[in-house]
């Protein structure tokens, strides 16, 4: 049996003689033609529309505390600014992942409520202050990083003097192009919980712990990557991580298919991004968007120790994860 015709028998035929006309013809209804601009989709190398930057804790801190002032608590459901790529608007602080940095006053609340998007927080300064994942309610304490796990009710709270300070890390960009996240609200400000032992919660990486593992690790440089207790990460989008640097010599230079969000928890030194200097103490916060070479250099005066979150989990689970050197051929399938 013969397919019916599939051609619209009343439309009329325009009058088509060069390729200019099929272009902006076929564009009119909708059918642009790739050919004239395959390299933009088909790129001969990784191509973000972001950038290297860096924001230094020194000037930012004073708007976020000054936020903390005159943003009342009513006012803010989250207390944040936002690290935005200067190439890109919020959420981008890479192509795929976000940052920002938080704050929480004493005696406050950060109401409770839960999300679609997976998020990491890494404690920067301050005393007395907690988070409340799901009714575990965990004290923060500098250098250690607490996970939220995608749709966990959770809020943050505040005792003691002066602000509580942390760096949020999360999946925001990926919901650009997966249009599905979105947020409840609890009814009340504090979801019920108890406090828990943060040396024992599957949530909570001691930064006390971490730095021990590193320091054991032999050589001027090591990375560990934070990981759950079978091994597995963390998330299905993000991974933490821990770098140290001993003082005077440099990590390995990468380049990788990943992108990643760095925050100098001590020390100072600088980085080789494609080979633009720049150069950072405790305290600052820098991005390296994906197939960037980079490598880091710890100053001459103590050892530097980095934290970082990427998106190698979801690039890797998606086929995607490559690295300078890497043997192709063992992709084929």
Not at 296 to 316: C, N, Q, S, W
Request: glycine share 8%; proline share 8%.
């Amino acid at each position: 049996m013969a397919l019916p015709q599939t051609q619209d028998t009343n439309s009329v035929t325009p009058n088509i003689e060069t390729v200019d006309d099929v272009i902006n013809g076929a564009s009119k209804v909708n059918a642009v033609p790739l050919w004239p601009q395959m390299v933009k989709y088909n790129p001969p190398r990784p191509n973000p529309r972001c950038i290297p930057h860096i924001w230094r804790y020194g000037e930012v801190r004073p708007y976020l505390v000054r936020a903390g002032e005159l943003v009342k608590e009513k006012d803010a459901e989250r207390r944040v600014l936002m690290l935005v790529n200067p190439e890109r608007e919020g959420p981008y602080t890479t192509d795929t992942l976000y940052a920002g940095l938080q704050l929480v006053m004493p005696n406050e609340t950060a109401p409770a409520h839960r999300h679609t998007a997976f998020a990491m927080r890494f404690i920067i300064e301050g005393n007395g202050g907690f988070t409340a994942v799901h009714g575990k309610r965990i004290q923060m304490n500098r250098g250690d990083v607490i996970l939220t796990p995608t749709w966990n009710w959770h809020d943050h709270g505040k005792d003691g003097s002066g602000p509580m300070i942390w760096l949020d890390g999360l999946d925001l960009p990926s919901f650009i192009h997966f249009p599905v996240h979105f947020v409840e609200h609890f009814d009340k400000p504090r979801y019920p919980a108890d406090d828990v032992d943060t040396g024992q919660s599957p949530i909570v990486f001691p930064w006390i712990r971490m730095k021990k593992q590193l320091d054991d690790e032999p050589g001027d440089w090591a990375a560990k990557e934070y990981r759950k207790a079978d091994g597995s990460y963390v998330s299905k989008t993000l991974g933490p991580s821990a770098e140290r640097i001993s003082k005077g010599t440099s990590s390995m230079a990468r380049r990788e298919t990943t992108s990643s969000v760095y925050h100098v928890i001590a020390g100072s030194g600088y980085s080789n991004i494609n080979d633009e200097k720049f150069e950072w103490k405790q305290g600052d916060t820098f991005c390296i968007p994906s197939w960037y070479k980079y490598q880091h250099f710890a100053g001459r005066d103590e050892t530097v120790y980095l934290y970082r979150f990427d998106d190698k989990p979801m690039i890797e689970a998606l086929g995607f994860y490559r690295y300078e050197g890497m043997d192709t051929e063992m992709l084929v399938t």
